[in-house]
């Protein structure tokens, strides 16, 4: 990978491709649309995408491997954490510049990389302007002074749960929750199985997507909490990005934050 430093020097790219859809749904907000040469396939699809598929649609999307990246001629690729080793080499054959990009973990992580993806493209301006969108949205979401933390879990299907580390769980406290997640004991990302919740049901269970996959929901026991633990609907793309996609799960959360104490 080329120092980012050395990057940041250069002229800005003139054609960027992203193989993480995390990373698009910032570019939408950072990059000129013809700079964008292409963009992750997970973009284009409806159950994982974080930017509006009429969106996506105008763009070329590829999954990542080296033949697809490399023939789109990038002057910059943009990746998440894991990036196939092929890919990975044949960019450093070709002298194409390669920033990867960790998951963040706070919002203030999450603002960070706004800001050193907007300036690796040119536009550092734009990402001082979404990282500001982005912390006043957490400054909208702080719960009153005094209010006691509501206790609650994200749970995906299967019974995953995001736990203490992740983002998803800085955007809970930020919003006045308490993930009850390190109470059942379970690491970062962990399996909850249905009989722990049904025995410390949370007052706010977080859904995370529906249908088939959430069988679990269905379960007949479940509906005997009913009196004790309210289920909220969680959008995926809300649980799977930062970025731009910060301020709407803020605004989510916020808004069942509000419900719940009405």
């Given amino acids: 990978m080329i120092a980012l430093a050395l990057l ?154 995001p736990g203490a580390g992740t983002l998803a769980d800085a955007l809970l406290r930020s919003a006045g929750f308490t993930n009850l997640s390190a109470g059942y004991g379970l690491k970062q990302w962990d399996v909850l199985p249905l009989e722990y919740l049904v025995a410390r049901p949370p007052r706010i269970l977080l859904a995370v997507g529906g249908g088939s996959d959430d069988r679990m929901l269905a379960h007949p026991v479940l509906r005997t909490l009913s009196g004790r633990m309210t289920v909220r609907g969680y959008a995926p793309r809300l649980l799977h990005c930062a970025g731009p996609t910060v301020i709407d799960a803020l605004a989510r959360l916020t808004a069942i934050r509000q419900g719940t104490a009405s």
């Fill in 8 to 161: 940041l020097a250069a002229a800005p790219p003139a054609r960027v491709v992203s193989i993480n859809p995390c990373v698009d749904a910032v570019l939408m907000h950072v990059a000129d649309r013809g700079q964008i040469a292409g963009i992750s396939h997970y973009s284009k699809d409806a159950d994982a995408t974080s930017i509006p598929l009429a969106q996506a649609r105008h763009f070329h999307a590829t999954s990542g491997t080296a033949e697809e990246v490399v023939a789109l001629r990038p002057d910059l690729v943009l990746a998440g954490a894991h990036v196939a080793p092929a890919t990975i080499r044949a960019l450093e054959r070709l002298h194409i510049p390669l920033i990867q990009l960790p998951v963040p973990e706070s919002i203030a992580e999450s603002r960070a990389q706004v800001r050193t993806i907007a300036a690796a493209v040119g536009h550092p301006e734009r990402g001082a302007r979404l990282s500001a969108a982005m912390g006043r949205a957490a400054d909208r979401a702080r719960p009153p002074a005094g209010s006691a933390p509501i206790p609650a879990l994200i749970w995906q299907g299967g019974g995953l749960v």
